[in-house]
């Protein structure tokens, strides 16, 4: 379908060599189906992720305060949430009773985890599924409301609806910068709207620690706060601000639960034996030269790593991983070992006796004879571990799973190994890059060279052919990661997750032959205007454009990549944000000699307004 659009493109009206910036990835269809009045008649459903199977009906069904819920005891929680982004957006909550043309709940223990049916008719709802299948069922009728003439409307509708795959996960990188769990609480919300339910949190790093250890006070109290932070491309930028937070054993347990009851796991990462400055500033006796250490102040991969030779370092990550498997109740429990540089290793005598002693190769093999004795007692506490790929040289610990990073190499070694994979591929899946080539547009926060846009994370497919047939049931799921070297604020957090995260949950969720990008970028306007009244920052994308070139002159038509939002336009090269006027009807233009200079920004129904856009002769 993508050579289709591009054959239009070079034999259509786009013949002119009127190079487009925004419109050129952009398939030719979507445009059709953008400015086609006829798509948008009717009652509209646009969920994300497309569910498996979706056959709609022609009512509706109104939803108002008389509207009764029906549920089991077991799903109080779930109904409560449920009230509450009810009365958050429209004002108002359902109460329980079982009156005709209601709302009915009913969980199925026969049925698979995450699995639920929806049916809407005019005169009632009724969604059947697994406990979690529930939660999910509400979430999609969350989606299906519209407000409409001042009502609440729900397609008639049938689904019915599962996961592709178990694991659909995000990395928030707390440890290079602190988040508040207020912030992640509201994180988890916008996770749960789109059906992700893995938040792994990646909470020990050189630049701090980040999770309250009873038994090392000093960990936190020490080494979550730093006096300065790199904020320029070199380590001598500094901002010179002190910057730390840790969180309470108190507060972990409080995110958990409010994780939990949004059928969100968290999954703690203690990263080893590298990522550990933070650590080793506290104790300098657990590295190779006894230090003394400081938090590092500038970003990069550090040499200095815990020593494998020595045994404190093991009861050290055993009280430490204790009180962590205390806290979480997750299955699984991250390991990192990522980045870990060598070069101590090579010269300290400890790690030297214990290659020796353990008849091992290398340095390589002494990285998995760590991982491995750790896996052994995270093993023994019913827990299961993952690991980032590194963890594949020198020999995998026999029941690890890997997340593969460095591309999709190292999941496809595992799975065809038989261990169980997740896939995170740093061309795909990691939100700190570039999100546009238009770098000059973007903020800070974007610092990476690569530029991964929505289309190339959503062109993802986490089942490559090169894992056999029986060994692709080890691929259980996908993550992006949303790694924190420039990504401080709030608004940078949400920047960068939104609207990529997005194709994740499809990718995660939707059957790989359902899946469309055209379609998906319509569903993603309808979700950027929930997002925007959730007040969360996302990247607004380019309008879909299309420009008609006749009789010297070009014919602009622009669509909002945003339900509900404005777009004002100049075409004498000022400024949008203060000379623009408002786009209602196609702008006709003459071709002059320098060709159009057509800018523009979309403002949301929020007031926020996009980084100003430009549709030029190339
Ligand atoms: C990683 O990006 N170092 C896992
Ligand atoms: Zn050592």
Not at 122 to 144: A, H, P
Not at 258 to 283: C, K
Not at 585 to 598: C, E, H
């Amino acid at each position: 379908r993508k050579e289709e659009a591009l054959f239009l493109f070079q034999t259509g009206k786009f013949k002119q060599a009127l190079k487009i910036n925004s419109i050129m990835k952009i398939p030719y269809f979507i445009i059709i189906m953008f400015l086609c009045p006829l798509a948008l008649v009717g009652q509209e459903i646009n969920l994300l992720p497309e569910p498996w199977k979706v056959e709609k009906k022609e009512g509706v069904f109104t939803l108002s305060v008389s509207t009764s819920i029906q549920y089991p005891s077991e799903l109080k929680e779930c109904v409560e949430i449920f009230n509450k982004h009810l009365s958050e957006r429209y004002g108002f909550s359902l109460k329980k009773g079982s009156r005709r043309n209601g709302i009915r709940l009913i969980v199925d223990k026969n049925m698979k985890r995450e699995t639920y049916n929806l049916l809407v008719e005019t005169n009632g709802v009724m969604i059947r599924g697994s406990e979690s299948g529930v939660f999910y069922g509400l979430q999609t009728l969350q989606q299906l409301i519209s407000e409409t003439e001042n009502k609440l409307l729900i397609p008639e509708v049938k689904i019915e609806d599962r996961p592709r795959f178990k694991y659909r996960g995000v990395l928030i990188d707390v440890a290079r910068y602190y988040q508040t769990p207020e912030f992640l609480k509201k994180y988890i919300d916008v996770m749960a709207h789109y059906k992700l339910n893995v938040l792994h949190l990646h909470l020990t790093e050189d630049a701090g620690w980040r999770i309250e250890i009873k038994k090392y006070p000093e960990l936190t109290r020490k080494g979550a706060w730093r006096p300065s932070t790199q904020v320029g491309q070199t380590p001598t930028e500094q901002d010179n601000l002190p910057h730390g937070g840790f969180y309470t054993q108190k507060e972990i347990r409080d995110i958990i639960q409010y994780a939990n009851e949004r059928q969100i796991t968290i999954i703690p990462e203690i990263d080893m034996p590298g990522h550990m400055m933070a650590a080793l500033s506290v104790f300098p006796e657990l590295s190779c030269t006894g230090g003394p250490f400081s938090i590092p102040l500038e970003w990069g991969v550090k040499e200095h790593i815990l020593c494998a030779g020595n045994e404190k370092v093991f009861d050290f990550i055993k009280d430490v991983l204790t009180e962590v498997i205390e806290l979480f109740p997750s299955e699984y429990i991250h390991l990192g070992g990522d980045e870990a540089p060598k070069k101590q290793w090579k010269v300290c005598t400890k790690c030297q006796n214990r290659i020796k002693e353990e008849h091992l190769k290398d340095e390589h093999e002494l990285q998995s004879y760590f991982i491995q004795r750790v896996e052994t007692f995270v093993n023994s506490k019913g827990k299961r571990i993952i690991g980032w790929d590194e963890i594949l040289e020198g020999g995998l610990a026999p029941d690890a799973t890997i997340m593969s990073w460095r591309g999709e190499k190292g999941g496809i070694a595992a799975a065809n190994l038989g261990h169980d994979v997740i896939m995170a591929p740093t061309d795909y899946f990691y939100l700190d890059y570039y999100q546009s080539d238009d770098r000059a547009n973007e903020p800070s926060s974007a610092h990476w060279g690569a530029t991964v846009d929505l289309e190339k994370t959503y062109s993802f497919n986490p089942l490559p052919s090169k894992i056999s047939a029986d060994k692709q049931k080890h691929v259980i799921g996908v993550q992006a990661c949303v790694w924190g070297e420039k990504v401080q604020l709030e608004r940078d957090v949400e920047y960068m997750s939104f609207p990529r995260a997005l194709a994740l949950a499809e990718i995660a969720w939707t059957p790989q032959e359902k899946r469309n990008y055209a379609d998906f970028c319509q569903r993603v306007a309808a979700c950027l205007s929930y997002l925007d009244w959730k007040e969360v920052t996302f990247r607004i994308p380019e309008a879909l454009s299309d420009v008609e070139i006749n009789a010297g002159k070009a014919i602009i038509s622009l669509q909002s990549s945003v339900k509900g939002a404005d777009i004002y336009y100049t075409t004498d090269g000022t400024s949008p944000w203060t000379y623009g006027k408002l786009f209602t009807s196609p702008v006709t233009l003459p071709l002059t000699f320098n060709g159009i200079d057509f800018r523009y920004t979309i403002v949301l129904p929020s007031g926020r307004s996009s980084a100003v856009y430009k549709l030029q002769r190339k």
